[in-house]
């Protein structure tokens, strides 16, 4: 007897969020209902596939599809939206050619066979998966080179940056940086990455203060291979999760599978938590955790001896079955990512974890001031059901102190990209401000932009944008103020 409850969504209806969006718009958004804020003054900036076929052949995986970047501008009461593509040279060269030139990480193939693409190693710079303005520079990120640096008010692809000479050719930089509220004297500072990925990986940290400069720069060598999409900060440490997995490079050269989908999870492994010190010469600490696997982390602070860390867990990879395709996932078959909370003592060399929240969930966001300090809220993209694997339909938030959760949620029609929390100015609430998300509703194939009250998250959004089009299931935001 099948007890589970009817979906809360249509699978076909889902799957249509993946069809590409091949034009590029640039006008006012006029069909809202509510009212934009007056206070909300500043721009949403998105980053994502945008297509999922090149020429008419299919991607093989959402992350393997070209960036495409949208910028929602928010002024007096009004906004404005655009999208571009990122003019990457794989991006320019396929356009031309109409088919696909390139193969992706996630397993799309050029076309032709496994001939065709044998020994071919080199990879697209995709550009697709975060979008962050520093120092005066709009950065498309991709965590597998260096970013592209795009025009602020056009959007306009300007360069592949290598940061004032900082990074070497092809270097990556990854797509997720920090930003620590008071990390330079006070002042914020921006904290990424890069991970050369062999039989020993080599992890590089930087820190970058308000003008772009670097303030410090480390590096760590990491026995083993690393697959490090995230990392998380806290005044004094910086914080890896080195999942169980190994990568076998053999059907990546034989031209037969991408090189994400060559990294197997290993079970009766555990995952490394690397605690490394952000300045004096303390060495590097690790601690072993039992996470599964974890793509992305909510946020992390110190407690006396202990670091607590919450992150987005997986049961294991979700590896990619190679031939299956994603447009049909069977969600059934699939772990759900939920929200976990792992404390890692320093003195004792120990870690544990406990589970927050059993709630399909991904895409954490918290409010920005409190990046390394010990947060109450968090927010996240949430299954309509509370259990099993679903796509994300709805905003989740969680008060960590009560335990209490509030749920806003589009279904059966609705799917939600990551909420970003964007804090009322003047304020210093944690949760006074408002949860911006794109909603991709089926019904009529075309994406909302709503705006939530996050203090009072289950009440209908305070305004509801209409897009003319639909955007294709994205990744991550920043939130731009004027
Ligand atoms: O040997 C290395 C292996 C490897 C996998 C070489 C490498 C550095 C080129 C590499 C590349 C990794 C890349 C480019 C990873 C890109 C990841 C990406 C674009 C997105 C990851 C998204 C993660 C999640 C959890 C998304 C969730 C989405 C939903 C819940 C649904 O909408
Ligand atoms: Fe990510």
């Known amino acids: 007897l099948d007890s589970s409850p009817p979906l809360s969504y249509d699978r076909q209806q889902w799957s249509q969020g993946y069809q590409s969006q091949p034009h590029e718009y ?54 404005h939206y655009r999208n571009r593509y990122v003019r990457t040279q794989g991006y320019i060269e396929e356009q031309k050619a109409g088919k696909p030139l390139y193969r992706g990480v996630f397993g799309t193939q050029k076309p032709g066979g496994w001939f065709a693409n044998l020994f071919d190693l080199r990879l697209k710079n995709l550009a697709n998966t975060h979008i962050i303005y520093w120092a005066d520079r709009l950065l498309a990120l991709w965590e597998g080179g260096q970013p592209h640096r795009l025009d602020p008010q056009t959007l306009e692809t300007l360069e592949l940056d290598d940061l004032d000479g900082l990074l070497k050719t092809g270097q990556a930089f990854s797509a997720h940086p920090k930003i620590d509220p008071y990390g330079d004297r006070s002042n914020p500072c921006l904290v990424n990455f890069s991970i050369q990925p062999g039989l020993n990986s080599q992890l590089t940290i930087w820190e970058f203060n308000l003008k772009g400069q670097p303030l410090r720069q480390s590096t760590h060598e990491i026995p083993g291979f690393c697959f490090i999409h995230d990392f998380a900060i806290t005044p004094q440490y910086y914080l890896f999760l080195q999942n169980p997995v ?141 259990r099993g694997s679903a796509p994300l339909q709805g905003v989740l938030k969680r008060d960590n102190q009560s335990g209490e959760t509030q749920f806003w949620s589009a279904a059966p029609h609705g799917f939600v990209s990551e909420p970003i929390f964007i804090p009322q100015p003047g304020s210093d609430v944690e949760d006074k401000g408002w949860i911006i998300s794109v909603v991709y509703q089926s019904q009529n194939h075309r994406s909302d932009i709503i705006i939530l009250d996050a203090e009072n998250l289950e009440q209908e959004p305070i305004a509801r944008l209409h897009l003319q089009h639909h955007i294709p299931y994205g990744l991550h935001g920043s939130w731009i103020p004027n």
């Not at 991408?258 to 290993?266: K, R, S």
Request: hydrophobic share 35%.
């Open 246 to 386: 190994s990568f076998n490079p053999f059907p990546f050269l034989f031209g037969l599978l991408g090189p994400g989908e060559c990294i197997d999870f290993d079970r009766h492994n555990v995952t490394k938590a690397w605690v490394i010190p952000r300045q004096g010469n303390q060495r590097m600490k690790m601690i072993e955790i039992d996470s599964g696997f974890v793509f992305h982390h909510v946020n992390a602070f110190e407690e006396k001896n202990q670091i607590i860390l919450d992150s987005i867990g997986y049961e294991s990879f979700p590896e990619v079955e190679p031939g299956s395709d994603f447009r049909y996932t069977d969600f059934n078959r699939l772990a759900p990512s939920q929200l976990w909370r792992f404390r890692l003592d320093l003195t004792k060399k120990r870690g544990d974890r406990q589970l927050l929240e059993s709630r399909c969930c991904e895409f954490p966001q918290i409010h920005p001031q409190w990046v390394g300090q010990s947060h109450r809220y968090v927010y996240l993209g949430a299954a309509h059901q509370n």
């Open 26 to 79: 640039d006008y006012w958004i006029e069909d809202i209902e509510g009212e934009i804020p007056q206070q909300l003054e500043g721009t949403l900036l998105r980053n994502g596939p945008g297509l999922l076929d090149i020429g008419g052949y299919p991607i093989a995986h959402p992350f393997d599809g070209d960036g495409m970047v949208n910028a929602i501008a928010f002024k007096g009461g009004r906004a």
